[in-house]
Nanobody, 125 residues
Framework: QVQLVESGGGLVQAGGSLRLSCAAS????????MGWFRQAPGKERAFVAA????????YYADLAKGRFTISRDNAKITVYLQMNSLRPEDTDVYYC??????????????????WGQGTQVTVSS
């Protein structure tokens, strides 16, 4: 059982940046693809980005391309989401997720195996 703990959310003005972190509980973290999803109240959890177990390959939803960067440090068992040029519509709860399968085929929340508790990101206009 992998436990994931997100941090780094908060309130930022439009155009600003935030870096989310997700710390895992065990060293087998390096065996998992890692990803970020986000969810607004009353909506489904939406894919944002994913990264392969090695960190060599990354994948992004259209909403994230060119603005967000996912990365991981397997030595620190942590995955990051750098978010730049934030917009009010990026306001959501952001969740870290782990998947036993491939990062390349992961774009639905029900394909995830483990979840963090979420961190709120609020972008003011």
């Amino acid at each position: 059982q992998v436990q994931l703990v997100e941090s780094g959310g908060g309130l930022v003005q439009a155009g600003g940046s935030l870096r989310l972190s997700c710390a895992a509980s065990e060293r087998t973290f390096s065996s998992y693809a890692m990803g970020w999803f986000r969810q607004a109240p009353g909506k489904e959890r939406a894919f944002v980005a994913a990264i392969s177990w090695s960190g060599a390959r990354t994948y992004y939803a259209d909403l994230a391309k060119g603005r967000f960067t996912i990365s991981r440090d397997n030595a620190k068992i942590t995955v990051y989401l750098q978010m730049n040029s934030l917009r009010p519509e990026d306001t959501d709860v952001y969740y870290c997720a782990a998947r036993i399968g491939l990062a390349s085929t992961w774009d639905r929340s029900d394909e995830s195996d483990y979840w963090g508790q979420g961190t709120q990101v609020t972008v003011s206009s």
